[in-house]
Nanobody, 123 residues
Framework: QVQLVESGGGLVQAGASLRLSCAAS????????MGWFRQAPGKERKLVAA????????YYADSVKGRFTIARDNAKDTVYLQMNSLKPEDTAVYYC????????????????WGQGTQVTVSS
């Protein structure tokens, strides 16, 4: 079992920055690929960014490329999502998720989830 706890969400104005954190516990964090998903009201949960466990290769959705950065600190069992130049359309609940294989778009293929953290960007 892996427990994931997100933090760092909040209400900000457009153009601001936030850093989300996801702290893991329970199993060897370095063996897990980590993903950040988001879900806006009435919309499906979508992958925003991911980082592989084995080579730290990363993925970014087109909508966040150049603005968001995913990083992991295996010594702290934590994955981060640095979000810059936030836009109102970034408003969503952000979830971190873990799986042992390489990153995948499909949220159904992730084994462990955090409870989510709300990010609200006002215009």
């Amino acid at each position: 079992q892996v427990q994931l706890v997100e933090s760092g969400g909040g209400l900000v104005q457009a153009g601001a920055s936030l850093r989300l954190s996801c702290a893991a516990s329970g199993r060897t964090f370095s063996r897990f690929t980590m993903g950040w998903f988001r879900q806006a009201p009435g919309k499906e949960r979508k992958l925003v960014a991911a980082i592989n466990w084995n080579d730290s290769n990363t993925y970014y959705a087109d909508s966040v490329k150049g603005r968001f950065t995913i990083a992991r600190d295996n010594a702290k069992d934590t994955v981060y999502l640095q979000m810059n130049s936030l836009k109102p359309e970034d408003t969503a609940v952000y979830y971190c998720a873990a799986r042992t294989a390489l990153w995948d778009y499909n949220s159904n293929n992730y084994d462990y989830w955090g409870q989510g953290t709300q990010v609200t960007v006002s215009s």
